[in-house]
């Protein structure tokens, strides 16, 4: 398969980067443009809003902090499970990997907990044009760690495979997964004090 398909393990001569690269980066670029466009209907709806809660008033400060240190973690250990790859140790990219997900898992579950909490003071995301950005990023965000949680489960277990045959090729979707999973962090780390802190 690799024979029929160019630039799988090796960059093309002019983009000088692999087909996966150039995909996830145009992936990026339309998951860019979504959360953006969601960033901006925030700016619009705060900025025209007569009053607006304080979120350290309304939201769980110190779990958010909590589930960002959970998720700048995993993206240290994604980091070590593709180094590890690179280095031939496939030992250590499966450790590595396997405590990405669990610490995925982790914010899940933490998050989980946060919704329920809102849920039980009575707050939806029809209660207000606040909630109602809150649970739309961060309900979303969450989808987006689920689908991560699930493209790494594949890659550590029947993905996995692809090592024996083509390594090179499995290491360019472990960067790629990495790619994805760092901008997911990163849209965390603007969505905390967005909504948290501001």
């Given at each position: 398969m690799s024979a029929l398909i160019r630039y799988i393990s090796k960059p093309h001569p002019v983009s000088g980067v692999t087909n996966a690269?150039?995909?996830?980066?145009?992936?990026?670029?339309?998951?860019?443009?979504?959360?953006?466009?969601?960033?901006?209907?925030?700016?619009?709806?705060?900025?025209?809003?007569?009053?607006?809660?304080?979120?350290?008033?309304?939201?769980?400060?110190?779990?958010?902090?909590?589930?960002?240190?959970?998720l700048i973690s995993s993206s240290v250990t994604m980091v070590m499970s593709w180094a590890s790859l690179a280095l031939k140790n496939l030992k250590k990219f499966r450790f590595h990997l396997s405590m990405t997900i669990l610490l995925s898992l982790a914010f899940l579950v933490i998050k989980g907990f946060e919704y329920h909490s809102?849920?039980?003071?009575?707050?939806?995301?029809?209660?207000?044009?606040?909630?109602?950005?809150?649970?739309?990023?961060?309900?979303?965000?969450?989808?987006?760690?689920?689908?991560?949680?699930?493209?790494?489960?594949?890659?550590?277990?029947?993905g996995s495979k692809l090592y024996e045959t083509e390594p090179e090729q499995f290491l360019g979707r472990i960067e790629a997964a990495g790619l994805y999973w760092h901008f997911v962090d990163l849209v965390w780390i603007f969505l905390f004090p967005v909504l948290y802190l501001l």
């Open positions: 690269k150039l995909g996830i980066w145009c992936f990026l670029a339309s998951e860019l443009m979504l959360f953006g466009g969601l960033f901006s209907a925030y700016i619009v709806l705060r900025g025209s809003a007569s009053e607006w809660p304080h979120g350290s008033a309304v939201l769980n400060v110190p779990l958010a902090t909590l589930n960002t240190l959970i809102k849920f039980e003071h009575h707050h939806f995301p029809s209660t207000d044009n606040f909630f109602g950005m809150y649970f739309t990023l961060t309900g979303l965000h969450a989808i987006h760690i689920l689908g991560g949680v699930i493209v790494n489960a594949y890659l550590l277990f029947p």
